[in-house]
């Protein structure tokens, strides 16, 4: 058994298909098969069961693929390790996040993080959770920030925080600002809401069919700020994260409106690739966000929460 091999069949399991594998480790198809082949009669036990549309991982699969993104990550945090010990720290972090956390998370993140390890480049990226679990799985982001979904395979989920859904609305619509609200008693809602593809849509439809919250007309946008500068011009309103709204506390542009019921959260949870640890450098920005992401979130839950 060979670490190319352990390397080859964590590709195939996460990609389900041995050409998109062998372009994702810049190796051939038939190296690649090859390689598969000689591990199952090294192991005498059949990994994948091939076909047309693809290949799916046998039971054996299953459990080799589970050790074999273990002994990879243990590999390869030798080297973050030993590059920790290191007074310098340097290298490159890419790091995907939400409109959510870019809006009040982040910029204080950034900040400290550039003071204190000045010789690191950051790139980041803004996108929803679909794109961004993407990137991390193609190697173009080292992590990213997201709310859970069913399906994280070839990545390790982290749990971060937890954060509150609010109720905003425009200022003249007779309600104080910062005053509760029972959704199951307002008049038909004119709602703007993320499209199908967004985590957090799932949960918001399941909340307003379970409690049959009143809707009178939906608008679905992808675009946060889009979505909040709508809200503030309209009778249009929407049901946000906290972390994104927080700046709005004090603000006559938009009320917000702890949701008393049906009480509404959104976790966040780290994802990074299953076989692969963080370097040094992202080890440590994904430490500086985590901390500033549970105080946001915490003040979110003190002062927006029902």
Not at 173 to 191: F, Q
Not at 227 to 238: E, N
Not at 248 to 268: G, K, N
């Amino acid at each position: 058994m060979r670490l190319r091999q352990l390397r080859f069949l964590v590709a195939v399991y996460e990609e389900g298909s041995f050409t998109t594998a062998a372009h994702r480790v810049h190796a051939t198809q038939s190296g690649m098969s090859m390689q598969i082949k000689a591990l199952e009669e090294s192991l005498q036990v059949r990994l994948f069961d091939r076909s047309p549309s693809g290949v799916t991982p046998t039971r054996a699969g299953e459990l080799a693929y589970q050790r074999a993104t273990r002994v990879l990550r243990e590999l390869g945090g030798i080297k973050s390790d030993l590059a920790m010990m290191e007074d310098h720290i340097t290298g490159s972090v890419s790091v995907g996040l939400m409109p959510t956390t870019t809006r009040t998370v982040i910029a204080p993140v950034l900040a400290k993080f550039a003071s204190l390890y000045p010789d690191v480049d950051i790139k980041m990226e803004e996108a929803y959770s679909a794109q961004l679990s993407a990137g991390v799985m193609a190697g173009r982001l080292d992590f990213a920030l997201v709310p859970p979904t069913q399906s994280y395979r070839g990545l390790k989920v982290t749990h971060m925080d937890s954060d509150v859904e609010v109720f905003v609305t425009a200022p003249d619509k007779g309600r104080d600002n910062l005053s509760a609200i029972d959704l199951t008693g307002v008049e038909p809602l004119k709602l703007v809401l993320p499209g199908p593809d967004n985590a957090r849509r799932a949960k918001i439809d399941s909340s307003l069919k379970t409690f049959n919250i009143p809707v009178r007309a939906i608008m679905e946008l992808d675009a946060m700020m889009a979505t909040l500068d709508l809200v503030a011009r309209s009778d249009w309103t929407t049901i946000a994260p906290g972390c994104l709204v927080i700046a709005d506390m004090e603000s006559r542009q938009r009320f917000l409106h702890p949701i008393t019921r049906p009480a509404m959260a959104v976790d966040y949870v780290l994802i990074e690739p299953a076989s692969t640890p963080l370097s040094p450098a992202a080890q440590l920005l994904c430490e500086e966000l985590q901390a500033e992401l549970s105080r946001v979130c915490q003040r979110c839950r003190d002062e927006l929460g029902s």
